[in-house]
Structures are given as C-alpha cells and as structure tokens.
C-alpha cells in the first residue's frame, strides 16, 4: 500500500510538472505561427529538461522523436518567430511566479563558450572567466533575477558580445546574419541595455548587483543613481573615491582602518553552508542626494578573506540612507547566484551546448535554454514551497492551469 501511494503521489507530481510547462509553452506559442513549428518548440523545450547526453542538434532531434536534424535544424535558424519577444514572455514568467519587490535584486553577468574555427558570430580569442584565461569563445551577458534567499533565480535576459574585431568587418557581421546597426558595444552597456528593459517592465527589483567588470563601467553607477535604483557593484582595488576629503583608492582606505572596524559576518549560504568573511563597511561623504523623497547613502564595502586576510574584495554600494551594513553584506553576497544558475544552466538544460553560428541561431538557442531554466527554477519554488507548508499544516497558494 504505501508503494502505491508512493507512486501515486509520483503521478500527481509528474501531471503538475507537466501542467507548468504547458503554461510556459501557452505563453509563447503564439510567436511561432505555423502549428508544426509551434508544435516543435513545445517538444524541444522537453528535450532540453530531458536526460539527453549532449543537446546538440542530432541528439535533440532523436530525443523528440524525429530521425532527422533538419526540423531542429529548421527552428533555430529559418523558421519565423522572433526571439526577442520570447524573451519577454520569459521575463514575464519569471517575475509572475518568483518576483518579490521586498527581496527582489537584478544580477549582471558573463560566461563564456569556448568555441573551435572563426565562423560561430562573436567568437574571438578572448578572456571568460568559463576557463579562468583567454580562450577561443563567444561571450554572452546576462541578465539574472532572484528573490527571497533560497527562493528563486532564473535569467531573464541575454546579449552576446561582439569583439572590435567582429564589429570592424562588415562583410563578416553580415556572413553572420547580425543585423545592421549592430556595432560595437562593451560588456557594459550591453548590460545597461538589459537593465532599461527590466525598468521598463516594472520588473520588482531592489538592488542590482554586478562584478567588477560592471562595477568599473564607466558611467554606469552614475546612470542607475540617475534611474534611483540601489546598486551594490564590486570595484578593484585601484578604484579611487572621495573619502575623508580626499581622493584616495579604495585599497588605501581599507589599510587606513583600524582592527575593530572589521567584523565577521556571513554573505548567504552556499554549497560548503555559510559564506562567513570580515567585512568593513565606511559611510561615504557624498551622501546628500535624494531618492524617491528618502535621502540616499553612498558606501565603501569591503570583504576580506578569513584564511587569507590580504585578499580583499571592494564594492561601491548607494541606496536608502538608513540601509545598515548586514543588508548590504547580504546584497553584495547575492551576486553568486547568478554563478549556480550559470552551472545549472548548462549541466541541466545544455546552454552551453549548442552548434549554431549566426546571429539568430545563436539568441534562439539561448532564449529556448533559458526558458527551459526558468521553469525548472519555478517548479523547484513552487516544490519548496509545498514543503514549506506541509511541514506547517497548510496549503500553499500555487496556481496551476487546468
């Protein structure tokens, strides 16, 4: 008997699974206009989440049921549909289901995907952090959301990097397929691009929060304080600011400070259990602006490392005035979530294993394996959260279509 109610209790999970990635598919399938395209996405989303030993076009096909690549082949690169305007489908899915305005943050990224030859659009020898040096590869920022520590991540954006050396060749964007009026444009304001998108949708986010490669971004801390929005961003250590009336860099600041400013506290839990670091932080003297009629603060925040207390991260963090160190320790911490669902991404739903070349095979792809993570990450949430209260004696409020 309770094998039987175990496997029933299996069947029901199974039915709601299904049930969610019918909502995903039903909010997209009216970009794809032919019915067997349509139909095709519906089943390459499943083949994406399925156990396939590599996702390329080959294994893919066989995973849905076709002999031949050619109608996968025939999705990512020829068929009509516009990827752009799935990609805001999936922002609206994400925020709907794990968008909270009280713990919300905006998490800016890169990764790479090492590539062989010169043809794949945007590949260069260049650095990703995917390989620790500069590899033959293609770059894409993205842009990531989460809430409530623990309860939710997913990408909601992306944008792929071209090299000087892509954008200096005509003839070799337009073998690409990359569409005129694309040129040059740094990781940056590829990464301001993202972010106006995500105001623009009202998307609820508190903070946002970015490595140094944003952190260093010329203009950038100034265009979101321009925007009101808070911002925790990692700097390098020979970043200068205005401290005590003077300019000093920030890794002056922190040999200036006496033992007792540090103190130990944890930035979230990760894998290994809690992120424990000393941090200090330091009130910044330009700090008279005001946000949404609440006065604003500036901060130096800096995290050393226990076991080896000469490395030292920075970060330049500005919000509410009243905003105390520990949330912003907190905030600094979540960027490593964008980290986890880089590795999610491409063990569980193959975003760094596709063959395409040009400019829309290659933000088709992309924007599929995104879909295919949101819905994991909201199928994980809405899991989590049934635990949660039936460990509580209640019934969480989760909306499934009929």
């Known amino acids: 008997m309770e094998q039987m109610g175990t496997e029933r209790a299996s069947s029901k999970t199974i039915e709601r699974w299904s049930a969610h990635l019918e909502e995903l ?15 095709r996405a519906y089943r390459y989303l499943s083949g994406l989440l399925a156990d396939v030993r590599r996702k390329n076009s080959w294994q893919m096909a066989e995973a849905i049921g076709e002999t031949r ?54 590949v260069a020898r260049q650095y990703t952090g995917t390989a620790g040096k500069k590899e033959n590869c293609q770059v894409g920022v993205f842009l990531c959301y989460a809430s409530k520590e623990g309860g939710g991540a997913a990408f909601i954006d992306r944008a792929l990097y071209l090299p000087k050396e892509w954008t200096d060749d005509p003839q070799r964007l337009s073998e690409a397929g990359v ?15 993202m972010l106006q998108r995500a105001f ?48 000093r860099r920030v890794s002056e ?21 809690e992120r424990l670091y000393e941090w200090a932080c330091v009130r910044l003297a330009e700090s008279g602006m005001y946000r949404k009629g609440v006065r604003a603060g500036r901060w130096l925040l800096m995290r050393r490392s226990i076991s080896e207390p000469e490395e030292i991260a920075y970060y330049l963090c500005y919000g509410p005035a009243q905003t105390n160190a520990h949330e912003l320790i907190r905030t600094a911490g979540r960027r490593w979530v964008i980290e986890d669902c880089f590795e999610a991404a491409k063990g569980e739903v193959g975003l760094d294993e596709y063959e395409v070349r040009k400019w829309d095979g290659w933000h088709r792809y992309i924007t ?9 990450a909201v199928v994980r949430s809405v899991a989590e959260d049934e635990e949660d209260a039936a460990k509580r004696g209640t019934s969480p409020q989760v909306s499934i279509p009929s």
């Open 368 to 376: 599929l394996c995104l879909l295919a993570h949101a819905y994991l």
């Open 179 to 193: 569409p005129e009026g694309v040129g040059f444009a740094t990781k940056g304001e590829l990464a301001k691009e």
């Open 253 to 273: 600041v922190s040999r200036s400070l006496p033992e007792e400013s540090w103190m130990r506290a944890s930035a979230g839990t990760g894998s290994k259990g």
């Open 25 to 39: 598919h039903s909010r997209i399938a009216h970009h794809f206009l032919r019915p067997e395209v349509r139909a």
């Open 69 to 122: 690549p050619r109608g996968v082949q025939h999705l990512l690169n020829d068929a009509r549909w516009d990827p752009d305007a799935v990609r805001d489908d999936l922002r609206e899915y994400v925020v709907e289901h794990i968008g909270d305005e009280a713990s919300g943050v905006l998490i800016v990224d890169e990764t790479g995907f090492l590539k062989k030859g010169e043809k794949s659009v945007g």
């Open 200 to 247: 623009e949708a009202d998307v609820p986010a508190r903070w946002i929060v970015a490595d140094t490669v944003y952190g260093m971004t010329r203009g950038l801390r100034g265009w979101l304080e321009k925007r009101e929005r808070s911002y925790v961003l990692a700097v390098t250590s020979s970043k200068g600011i205005c401290h005590e009336g003077r300019q």
